[in-house]
Structure formats: C-alpha cells, structure tokens
C-alpha cells in the first residue's frame, strides 16, 4: 500500500558529513518543482521529488552565473537521466551527481537525500 504524503509525517533529509538535516515536510515537494533550502554553514540546496517520488537534492548555486536559483530551474530528463536547467543561461546539471550535461568540466555537489 501506498500513502499519500499529506497523510504521513515523513521529513526530507540530506545527508551531511555523518548527519541527516531535516529540510522540510514530504507533503512540500510538488513533483518537477524545486525548493531551496538553508544548509547550517549557509549554503543552499536545491531539492526535487519526480513524478515518481524520488528525491534529489544539488548545490542550489548556479556555477556559470553565481545566482543561487537552480530549485526554480525546469526539470526534465536527458536519455534517462533526470536534470534541472538553470532558468538563467540553461545549462542542465544531472541531479544524481551534479554533472552539468552541457559542460563536463563544470558540476555542482549532489546530496544523498531520504524521506524519513
């Protein structure tokens, strides 16, 4: 059985160092739209769950323009690898690993990240 997440208490995490950070509440995470998120040492994460309700999470720091706007870019998939697109200049970054997809010298951090 499958539950809805409005109906669960489930938290999204992201894995730093040898701790899990809380990020916000499942049921905020709408599928293809990010969010931002404050890390402790004042950096920002990016967090995304697809349609199938996998979680992602990347440095939310646009590496080209230095903005941190990638939770507002749009989602997609390359092959079958899931990106986001920078809504500044569009270069897309691989949300399993950072990559960006259109420059291979350049990548952002990827965060392990759970609901729990």
Not at 54 to 78: C, E, K, Q, W
Request: hydrophobic letters at 40%; glycine letters at 8%.
């Amino acid at each position: 059985m499958t539950l809805a997440p409005e109906t669960t208490d489930l938290k999204v995490r992201l894995r730093l160092a040898e701790d899990w950070f809380t990020i916000c509440d499942l049921s905020a995470l709408l599928p293809g739209r990010g969010v931002a998120a404050l890390l402790p040492d004042g950096r920002q994460a990016a967090v995304f769950a697809d349609r199938t309700g996998r979680l992602y999470a990347i440095d939310n720091r646009d590496p080209f323009t230095g903005a941190a706007v990638l939770s507002r870019g749009l989602t997609g998939t390359h092959g079958d690898r899931p990106f986001v697109a920078s809504p500044l200049l569009k270069q897309r970054f691989d949300l399993e690993s950072g990559a960006c997809l259109d420059d291979e010298t350049v990548r952002v951090t990827a965060y392990e990240v759970r609901a729990a």
